[in-house]
């Protein structure tokens, strides 16, 4: 099984800011990686896939990068509504498995 | 649009059983890999099930082989996933959610029910 780690535990940011959020895999996942949002009492809400592709509607401060093992969520210029919980997800292989997650919370 | 709506959780004693339910509609569900994902709460996502989008294979979490079952009914566009010998750790919040890919077994998660409780308890 894949392990999935994100660091850091906990990001302390202010609106305007920029958030960089890291995910490594214990084995190379190629870019078959995707980020997910989810809020409190909300399901996950997809941003990215194949490690560096836009979901529909997500707006263009998000974007993400790497390939093989280390992956980055950055999301450029923070707005109220992006304070949340970020989970990576790796579907290279069986069974498809998750990072712990990321808070992004007001500092 | 693209809608998952899960049904059919609740409280269930140790050793229990329950069955899930999710119901599509905005796309073809014949056509797509479907998969079960659990949230604990408080904590992290953890992948259940999956099967395939004409229900030749189903492929299980270890921690629930053999107790669970996922099966489909494409002719009733829904999707199912039996729960046996529950145990108190699969308390969670369970997702239903879709393949990104056509007939394809490889792909991310790309849209997601808003999750169906169960609570394993005594």
């Known amino acids: 099984e894949i392990v999935m780690t994100q660091s850091p535990a906990t990001l302390s940011v202010s609106p305007g800011e920029r958030a960089t959020l890291s995910c490594r895999a214990s084995?190379?996942?190629?870019?078959?990686l995707a980020w997910f949002q989810q809020k409190p009492g909300q399901p996950p809400r997809l941003l990215v896939y194949?490690?560096?592709s836009r979901a529909t509607g997500v707006p263009a401060r998000f974007s993400g990068s790497g390939s093989g093992t280390e992956f980055t969520l950055t999301i450029n210029s923070l707005q109220s509504e992006d304070f949340a919980v970020y989970f990576c997800?790796?579907?290279?292989?069986?069974?498809?498995?998750f990072g712990p997650g990321s808070k992004v919370d007001f500092k | 649009q693209v809608q998952l709506v899960e049904s059919g959780g609740g409280v269930v004693q140790p050793g229990g059983s329950l069955r899930l339910s999710c119901a599509p509609s905005?796309?073809?569900?014949?056509?797509?890999?479907i998969h079960w994902v659990r949230q604990a709460p408080g904590k992290g996502l953890e992948w259940v099930a999956s099967?395939?989008?004409?229900?030749?294979?189903?492929y299980y979490a270890d921690s629930v082989e053999g107790r669970f079952t996922i099966s489909r009914d494409n002719s009733q566009n829904t999707l199912f996933l039996q729960m046996n010998s529950l145990r108190v750790d699969d308390t969670a919040l369970y997702y239903c959610?879709?393949?990104?890919?056509?007939?394809?077994?490889?792909?991310?998660?790309?849209?997601w029910g808003q999750g169906t409780l169960v609570t394993v308890s005594s």
């Open positions: 905005g796309f073809t569900f014949s056509n797509y890999d």
């Open positions: 959610a879709k393949l990104s890919v056509e007939r394809h077994i490889w792909g991310h998660l790309d849209s």
């Open positions: 194949a490690a560096s």
């Open positions: 997800h790796q579907y290279n292989s069986w069974p498809f498995t």
């Open positions: 084995q190379s996942v190629s870019t078959n």
């Open positions: 099967i395939r989008f004409d229900g030749s294979n189903k």
